[in-house]
C-alpha cells in the first residue's frame, strides 16, 4: 500500500466552478501537509502549508486536514483557465522526509 | 532573489556517457533533495542530503551520484550504468524544522 493515495483525474470542470481535490494517506505520523501546483515542464510551486488538522485559506484556495480520517483536501472556488494544472499532495513527519502522491491533472475550460 | 536554480534546462546524454545536472540554492537551507518525474508515477526520491559532505540513497539511487561539497550546490552525475535515464529531474531544498520543500525549475534530460 502506497503511504500517499491520490485520484490522477483527469479533471475538467467549466471556468467558476469550485474543484476539490484529495489525497488520503496510511501513516499517522504525518504531521505537516502541503499542496503543490505544477505547470507542464515546470518545477512545483508551494501553494498551501498546513501543520496537523483544521482549515487555511489563502484567497481562493482553501486547504483542509482531518488528520481522523487519514484525509486532506484543497478546494479552488471561482476556477480559473489559469489553474489548469497538475496538482501534488505531499506530507511529512518531522525530519524533513517528503511524501508524495502521484498528482492531480486539472484543466478549466473557458 | 533567493530560489534554487537548475541547470541546464535539457540536457541529452549519448549512451555510455556520465552527464551531471546542477542545483544551487541561495536559501540558506541545509537539506537538498533530488526527485525524478516519469509521466504518471508522481516523484521518486533518488537522493538527499541533510547536511555538507553527507548524503542518502533514496528510493531509486541505482545509476545515479551525488556530491555535497558546500551547503548551497548539490550536483547530481546520471551515470551509464542508469538504463532509463529519459525523465524530468527535480532538485528541491528544506530548512531544517520548517518541513517545507521548495523545488527548482527542473531539468529535461533525454537520450539520443
Known amino acids: 500500500q502506497k503511504e500517499v493515495e491520490q485520484d490522477p483525474g483527469p479533471l475538467s470542470v467549466p471556468e467558476g466552478a469550485i474543484v476539490s481535490l484529495n489525497c488520503t494517506y496510511s501513516n499517522s505520523a504525518f504531521q505537516y501537509f502541503m499542496w503543490y501546483r505544477q505547470y507542464s515542464r515546470k518545477g512545483p510551486e508551494l501553494l498551501m502549508y498546513t501543520y496537523s488538522s483544521g482549515n487555511k485559506e489563502d484567497g481562493r484556495f482553501t486547504a483542509q486536514v482531518d488528520k481522523s480520517s487519514k484525509y486532506i483536501s484543497l478546494f479552488i472556488r471561482d476556477s480559473q483557465p489559469s489553474d489548469s494544472a497538475t496538482y501534488l499532495c505531499?506530507?511529512?513527519?518531522?525530519?524533513?522526509?517528503?511524501?508524495f502522491g502521484t498528482g492531480t491533472s486539472l484543466t478549466v475550460i473557458p | 532573489d533567493g530560489g534554487i536554480t537548475q541547470s541546464p534546462k535539457y540536457l541529452f546524454r549519448k549512451e555510455g556517457q556520465n552527464v551531471t545536472l546542477s542545483c544551487e540554492q541561495n536559501l540558506n537551507h541545509d537539506a537538498m533533495y533530488w526527485y525524478r518525474q516519469d509521466p504518471g508515477q508522481g516523484l521518486r526520491l533518488i537522493y538527499y542530503s541533510q547536511i555538507v559532505n553527507d548524503f542518502q540513497k533514496g528510493d531509486i539511487a541505482e545509476g545515479y551520484s551525488v556530491s555535497r561539497e558546500k551547503k548551497e550546490s548539490f550536483p547530481l552525475t546520471v551515470t551509464s550504468a542508469q538504463k532509463n535515464p529519459t525523465a524530468f529531474y527535480l532538485c528541491a531544498s528544506s530548512d531544517r524544522g520548517q518541513e517545507k520543500l521548495f523545488f527548482g525549475s527542473g531539468t529535461q534530460l533525454s537520450v539520443l
Open positions: 505531499a506530507m511529512s513527519k518531522a525530519g524533513n522526509q517528503f511524501y
